[in-house]
Every structure is written in C-alpha cells, then in structure tokens.
C-alpha cells in the first residue's frame, strides 16, 4: 500500500460530494474547503489561489470557478480539475506548455438545466406564479373576475416546443418534453438527429427553448425578425445565456403581444435592474441564473473528475481530459 506521504494531496475549493469524493479520498489526502460553503462569497484570483496552493503543499488542485492562471501553473502539479464544462477559468494553453493535465466535467448539470427548462415553460404556461401573487395578495376575486377567467391556457400535450440546440442540455430535455406528450423539433447545425432550421422551427413550434452554447455564431441569434417569426403567443424559454438572444427586441415582442410570454434564466452582467420592463411583465418568469444549482451537478462533477484522474494516476487518457497532448 502506498505510504501516506506518497500519496497525492488535493486541495478542493469546489463542492465535492457523492461516489467522486469517496474515489478522490481513495486516491489522495483530500482539503476540502468548496467556496459554496463561504460567506461572503470567496473566488480566490490566481495569487490567492498560488499561495493556498503553497499552504496546503498540494499536488493536485480541484476548482470550480477559482482562477487557474498564472502563478498557480508554475507550481509542479500533477493535474487540475476545472468542474465546468468549459473550463474558461483555467488557462489551458499555460497549463498544456507545462504539462500539467487538465480534466473538466461535461453535461454535469445537463439535467438540472432541462428540469428548469420545463419548470419555467409550466410556469409561463399556466401563469403558476402570477397565480401564486395573487393568492398571496388577496386578490383571488379580482375586478369581477374568478381566477378560471383570468388564468385559462393551452395544454402542452400535443403541441410542439422546438429545442435550439441538441447538446448536452438539449438532449436532457428532449425526453423530458416528450414525456409531456410534447411533440420535439430541433435546430443545431452541428448535430445529425436535429430535425429543423432555425427559421423552419421558429414557424413551427409553439414554444422554443434555446440551449446552445454562447459562441460568434450564436450570439444575438433570435433577435426582432426571428421574434416576429414565432407563432403568436408562443413561449420563448432561455435557459442558456441571455447574449443569444437581443433583450430590447424580446421585450418589444412581449409588448406587442407577438409572443405569449417567456421564462429566462440569465441576464447580461447576471443582473436584471428592478426597473427593467421584464418585471413588470406578469406572463414573464424569471430565475437568477439557478439551472444548474442542484446537489446532482456537484455529484456529476465530483464523479467525473474524480474518475478522470483515477485513470490519469494509472496511466491511461481520460475522456474528460482537456489537452491529451500532456501525455505524449
Ligand atoms: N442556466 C444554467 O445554470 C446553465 C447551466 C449549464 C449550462 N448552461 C448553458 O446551456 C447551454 C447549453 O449547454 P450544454 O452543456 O448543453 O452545451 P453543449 O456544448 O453540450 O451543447 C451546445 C450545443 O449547441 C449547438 N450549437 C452550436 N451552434 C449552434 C447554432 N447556431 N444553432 C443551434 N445549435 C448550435 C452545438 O452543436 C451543441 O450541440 C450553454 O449556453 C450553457 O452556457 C446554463
């Protein structure tokens, strides 16, 4: 059995539960401090990051959001692990120059990002939460009116919603729509089972959700024409960021009435102002950026990291490693 003093240590500064952390304290002497847990919010900046490193004489370093740059690639590690699936909070290409592997975790929140998708489109649909206000206010007889009056929808069994995007999320919430008697079409030029353009499904579906990831192709992609190209009262869902869509052109087709209503996960700078005409909008739904914040995406990412450098310490090439060419 290796001595302890042979065995890798980790510092972890991301949440780590589950299988992953079980398989990485079998591997290794195991600090675990994740970030989640700190209040006020800690995000340690590559130097704060170097010199935790140091404290801890760590070989290994596991992060989440943590700035894996500079100074922290001149120690001697024996791997990174970035629980993202893109790793944009490590500099890979500094970490590749010395030879220091790097895993990532994709599709970890895949399915909680595909249950927040289905939960806003139930909630637009139905009118759950303005529902909700008005219990809270009151206001269950309002103007002359009963709630049946005020709160009459569409079912969604048999009518289409149109997935842009077929990655990991749009996958994960595909069957979940099916599984709502939903007919499924999709748009993503890079994937063979999409079934739709973008123009062809923006036609067709009676809600749209976009998942594609935020690249110089997709940013700005539903903008006013493609709006005024969606059925009336269609429901547009975004879970993804809110960069591929053009938020004025959104808001003017939520005003006209051109489209029925929308749910968003994300805002530019992560921050919508309270006087932004979206609250005000009683057939809008909005979250804070929380489709992945599930205990299951921790678990997702603690196994697949924790997997990935079982295999990078026995000598083989995982999957989830970022730059392969470390090991030739
Ligand atoms: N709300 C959250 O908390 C949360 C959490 C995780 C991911 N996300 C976001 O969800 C999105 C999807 O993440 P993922 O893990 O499925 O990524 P992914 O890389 O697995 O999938 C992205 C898909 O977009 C497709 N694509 C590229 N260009 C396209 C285009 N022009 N039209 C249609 N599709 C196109 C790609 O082919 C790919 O299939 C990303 O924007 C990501 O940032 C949000």
Not at 248 to 259: F, K, S, Y
Request: net charge negative; hydrophobic share 45%.
């Amino acid at each position: 059995m290796t001595a302890v003093a042979d065995r890798p240590k980790a510092l972890v500064t991301a949440p780590f539960r589950g299988e992953g952390l079980d398989t990485l304290r079998d591997l290794a002497d195991v600090v675990l401090d994740p970030w989640i847990d700190q209040q006020p919010l800690r995000l340690y900046d590559a130097d704060q990051l170097a010199a935790r490193i140091d404290a801890e004489d760590a070989d290994v370093v596991i992060v989440e959001t943590d700035s894996v740059k500079g100074p922290v690639l001149e120690r001697p590690l024996l791997a990174i692990g970035s629980c993202r699936g893109d790793p944009n909070n490590v500099d890979v290409e500094a970490a590749t120059a010395r030879g220091i592997p790097v895993l990532r975790a994709p599709g970890r929140n895949a399915d909680a990002v595909a249950e927040l998708a289905v939960a806003l489109l139930l909630a637009v649909n139905r009118g759950v939460v303005a529902a909700d206000a008005d219990v809270r206010a009151g206001e269950v007889y309002r103007d002359g009116t009963i709630p049946y009056q005020r709160f009459r929808a569409r079912q969604l069994a048999g009518r289409t919603v149109g997935l842009v995007g077929l990655g990991a999320v749009g996958r994960a919430a595909r069957w979940r729509f099916e599984g709502l008697g939903m007919r499924v079409i999709a748009s993503d030029p890079y994937a063979d089972d999409a079934t739709h353009t973008l123009d062809d499904l923006l036609a067709e579906a009676d809600a749209v959700s976009m998942h594609p990831m935020v690249t110089p192709e997709t940013t700005g992609m539903i903008g006013a024409p493609q709006f005024e190209r969606m059925k009336k009262g269609a429901v547009y869902l975004n879970t993804a960021r809110a960069a591929l869509h053009d938020t004025d052109a959104l808001v003017a087709a939520l005003q006209r009435g051109t489209i029925g209503g929308a749910g968003l996960d994300h805002f530019e700078g992560e921050h919508l102002p309270v006087e932004h005409p979206l609250v005000g909008m009683s057939n809008v739904v909005l979250t804070p950026h929380i489709g992945g914040a599930t205990y299951d995406t921790e678990a997702n990412h603690s196994k697949l990291i924790a997997d990935g450098l079982a295999e990078l310490l026995a000598g083989g090439k995982p999957d989830n490693l970022v730059n392969p060419e470390v090991l030739t």
